[in-house]
């Protein structure tokens, strides 16, 4: 790696101001599993001079329930919101994702706050030394459109940008109807991602930084999971993931909430689909038709029409285990 | 030259060797430990990438960005102001003018290729360019002119740290001048088509032609009652070895010190000290462990086999300090072997009961392809075969063996197989069981070899195939393509596939027994450890020969010695390379049963024996203890044996050493060499409808090996290419950005290699029938697996799908494409 | 132990504490672990394959976890307690001796990477299932294809470590 500037700090009021004193110029690293791996690959067009390390604030990985809801600090490790008991009782499908990201290391490793911040995986982005400076780093072109786009969005672009986010817990946080409190306002996750410009992953400024995770605690009559399709079994990142929640009055579905990720910039909530099933039971052909709603506006590309087939096949797994 | 006439010496290429069963204490015995395995486990082993020498510089190749471009030119000043930076190498220096990469000094030439080479007994190759231009073909160790992405090209800079060389290439100033690019070998073949590399052919972008014809594939085609017609595709997949490569040379006055990653570092250092002017016997070369090679890392048309070398050896001699040149994991994958690209067209004819009378391939493929038709000849009875083949240059990174160059090969005749037990509603068993033979001919005629050249008459696949039905429950398993869901809504889904046991058929192999004043014993011979165990499993023939106990035997192969053992040694571990370490400790059991028994007469003084009255034929030794047969209680340790005669300075006898060569058949597989060894391979899978994944739930994999000296080993080879093959049938692929040639997945979070949790079981079983070509007759195992167990991944596939993907790897887009194709033929309405 | 704003974001003097040594040494912003324990310490069990966080290959224990020092900044772990795969023979795990008995090994690169990933799953977890052992070392990659006797291994040196020896 090329040098850089390192800063440790104590609190949060001081990272706010570490990202102040370099306006834009710092990143925030927590684990370090994608920051490090940007700066290897020298990906970026402008590199951040210097890193702010918040791992030295004390106290920032809890894992609680308190004000009736679930309260996790953002660097709480993946591998121990994969395994807390109470997670996995309650908000199943968030356990499920963490389990489900990367390898165990990388879950050793890497934070829920960075696990929902990360960049895209776009290989034409990632290509090292800038090989390709493509809109999503302020250039002219996506690459992906005409080139090789198996993995890429399959419900259109943002400003031309065709990549997708690759986050495997932000579906299940979605799902769960979590929010993001950050050193500045508190946000539906959902409002996390930024919409409008594909050079940012999330809403937060420059010197803005996640605090915590709120998650609701889930209705009585509710359960949730998450579902991921990746080649491989263990380390991939997803090719299309999906995660549910499902309330339930009896047989028949009071309120759900679908979300998909891997197919889109942002994560994707299917709300055609979780407005279908409400009122229905949940049967193979409701989710079916569930499904097939929600790849509607599907829009593939020239190699990931497959991808349609993927994520309806998801939303249908996932739902179906919310019976 | 004197025309004196030469007289031949005849290699017997039909050697063999028998050996009866459990007569052996180590040979083929299970619960031997790994020799290496401490070292490795407790992270003591070292490796090229590990060395570190006091003063050392580190050296990197700057990548071209292009795919096709040449230097227009190029200003080295600020990388050469940078500080810290030591060196810079130039692509014009004069060093290097006549440093060509191609590696003509070794025994892998352009004729190697053009006559000598793989499958080359079925017809004369056609090089679609000249010799010298094949020299071309490799560039030069710093060209100027880039043929595909990550060509090192232009400069290569030597620096204090490694941080610091590759932020010295970064201030490179290169104007380039972009040339057009061809990716793909059919478009290549376009008339009008870019000349991916104009250097080495100038009209057109053919690299290589070959047809072969035995018998009549009409009259063939005019002999079945059916003919089929058929196409399959692979993509290409690469090493992604373990160790990314690195080399260390440092220059000591006129002698020059090599640590080399490489699979036949010997071949390395010849052609470094060709290049550089250096006797041979002025270089020291070291090898060690190896993170892994699969063959790859013979390529000696590349940069990672020898270019690194030269730049080292020149950045260290104008340095004055040892030199390491290394890649980074983005560097590995562009300059390690790949597999290649085929495109591949069969035309198929076959009798109602599953006899094939004919087969007529053509195959294009894109460098250092592939024939596909090798297998039908050397492993079928199959009488008509034709096959005509193109080869095309196209800009992408060179591709080699890499296990092994029998991919197609083995992919080919596991497709006509299985399209026609599909077409006539056959278990493919059967189909495989009516066609095995031998270059068109049929058992029978196999069976009179096998007895006249003294091998067990034994049917190899028929055994083979019995052992792998009952292990994986076959004829309860196996059902008609296509018809077989499971309560989980999968598809389920049962293949087979076959193929011969090639990997013992070439080279030469050469090694020293030497014993200690103690009784201990070092094999010399240098060889490059892959991880196939050599260490173990030549020290159990050494020790089970000569009578010692294991921990009594060690080989150290990491220094050169003078003897070198074959490589790639996965290929021709044992069965080339054990015949000398046997033969040679043979010889030194004699010898030591002579010292043990001749008294030695220095002027008047006389050193007694330890058997003064016996003869050699009246001892034996076991655990490292000589003992009268007649008499055991009447025993002498090694140890007091040699210690008298071999002590050094005081000795009375030359020191206990012997050594032996030996040559294994010629190069490939020769004709009238018949292959008589099987493998049989099962796979049951599990495809998701909706997603087009792929579960491995069970491979069954049954490997006629003739004999195993290590079964631990054996079984590694099973399984690790269990996994690769998996890999290579589900997920391993180069992928390239189409306009520009750039590689997009050269790291190990895109270019998928599997995990544990990719395959649910593998079951691997040893066949011994002794019907090998090496000693006790054993045969290889290292190739094989990984290379035909995508054909079975692929029959499954088919069987569960009842469709075929016949498009490697079967990525989960091609897998939803043919479900959907089967139910619109079904008339699913979905 | 945290230094406060004073220092300058550049290198600084701190000590690493890896197999029960102290290593005091000016660490650089841009030094991993792996490269301050390969290159600089010369410990060079902890293997460099991926360097992209994606193998396992550079596996070493930190507070008991096993982490991936090819994506850990060097300069972040002072005074985290560290163990590298040349430790297991000082203190005698069995791990070693398994791996060897068991041949779960080829070219042998990528193992201490495994060795130390069952190292921190039986510190944890002294009696693991296979399902348990397949949890903890499907982030490795052997390219060798060794996975199966890897369990061999890492159950027989659970059994080894039931025997009372440490």
Known sequence: ?323 | MDKKKLGIMEIEPLVRDRYIQDEFNLIGKRGISRMCGKEKAGGRAEYTRDVQLPGMLYCRILPSPYAHAKIKSMNTEKAEALPGVRAVLRYDDPELADKPLYGLETKFNAGHLASDGQAFYHGKHELAVTLEQWKQGAGRVLDGVAWWEGHPVGAAVAADTPELATEALGLIEIEWEELPLVLDPLEALKPGAPLAAEEINNRNNIIRKLKVEHGDVEKGFKEADKVIKFDARRRPYTVADAEPMSDVIQWKGDNVEIWAHQQQAYDGKIIFGMKMGIPLNRIKLHVPYQGSQFGGGGNPMMHHTHGVHIISGILSKRTGRPVKTFYDRKDNFYNLSQDTDCHTSFKVGFKNDGTITSVKIDNICAKMGQYGIDHFEENTRIPNLALNYLEANINVAPAYWFRCEQNHNALCLSLVIDHVAAALGMDPVEVSLKNDGAEGRDMEYLSKFKVEHGFPDRDSLAEAIEMGKEAFDWDSKWHAPGTKMLPNGKLHGVGFTWDHEWDDTRGTACAGVLMHCDGTVDILSQKSDDGLNAMTTHCQIVAEEMGLKLADVNFRFFEEVGFQMMTPDGSCNLAVDAYCTRNAAREARQKLLEYATTPVKVLEIEYPAAFPEHHPDDLDVKDSIVYLKANPDKNVPVAEVVKRAVLNQGGTRAPLFTWNWHRQGRYGTEEGRHRLTRQAYFAEVEVDPETGGVDVKTIVNINDVGKAISPETCEGQQYGGDYMGVGRALAEEVIYDPKTGVKLNANLIDYKVFTMRDIDETVNLLLETGMGYGPYGLNGIGECIATIVPGVIGNAIYNAIGERVDDHPMTPDKVLAAIEKAKAKRGDVK | MVQKHQDDGGGKKITLKINDNEYSMVIEPHWTLREVIHDKLGLTGTKEMCDKGACGSCTVIMDGRPILSCMTLAIECEGRKIETVENLEVVGNPLVEAYADNHAMQCGYCTPGFVMTAKALLDRNPDPAVEQIKDALEGNICRCGTYPAHIDAVLDAAKRLEGGKK
């Open chain 1, 1 to 323: 790696m090329k040098p850089f500037k390192h800063y440790d700090v104590n609190t949060l009021d001081e990272a706010v101001s570490a990202l102040q004193n370099f306006a834009g110029k710092a990143k925030i690293i927590a684990g370090g599993t994608d920051i490090v791996g940007m700066f290897k690959d020298e990906v970026f067009a402008e590199r951040p001079e210097a890193l702010i390390n918040i791992k030295t604030i004390p106290n920032l990985d809890y894992i609680k329930e308190e004000d009736g809801m679930l309260k996790i600090g953002p660097l709480a490790l993946l591998e121990d919101i994969a395994h807390d008991e109470l997670i996995k009782g309650k908000y199943t499908a968030l356990a499920e994702a963490a389990r489900r990201t990367a390898s165990p290391h990388i879950r050793e490793m890497g934070t829920i706050s960075g696990n929902i911040c990360q960049q895209c995986r776009c290989w034409y982005f990632r290509s090292p030394n800038n090989r390709f400076n493509c809109i999503r780093k302020g250039g002219e072109d996506c690459y992906a459109e005409e080139g090789e786009n198996r993995y890429h969005s399959i419900f259109g672009n943002v400003k031309d940008c065709l990549a997708v986010n690759p986050s495997d817990t932000a579906p299940a946080l979605i799902a769960l109807g979590a929010k993001v409190k950050t050193s500045k306002r508190v946000l539906e996750i959902a409002d996390f991602y930024e919409k409008e410009e594909p050079k940012k992953t999330t809403v937060l400024d420059d010197d803005e930084i996640v605090v915590e995770i709120q998650v609701p605690q889930p209705a009585a009559n509710s359960k949730s999971k998450f579902e991921k399709f990746a080649i491989r079994k263990s380390i991939d990142f997803p090719i299309v993931n999906c995660a549910s929640q499902v309330e339930m009055d009896g047989d028949t579905v009071k309120s759900a909430r679908v979300c998909l990720n891997a197919v889109f910039a942002n994560p994707y909530v299917a709300q055609k689909a979780a407005e279908y099933v409400v009122g229905k039971t949940l049967d193979e052909e409701t989710v079916t038709a569930a499904a097939d709603l929600a790849l509607q506006d599907a829009k593939p590309l020239t190699k990931n029409a497959y991808k349609i087939t993927i994520a309806k096949s998801l939303i249908k797994k996932t739902l179906l285990a919310c019976k």
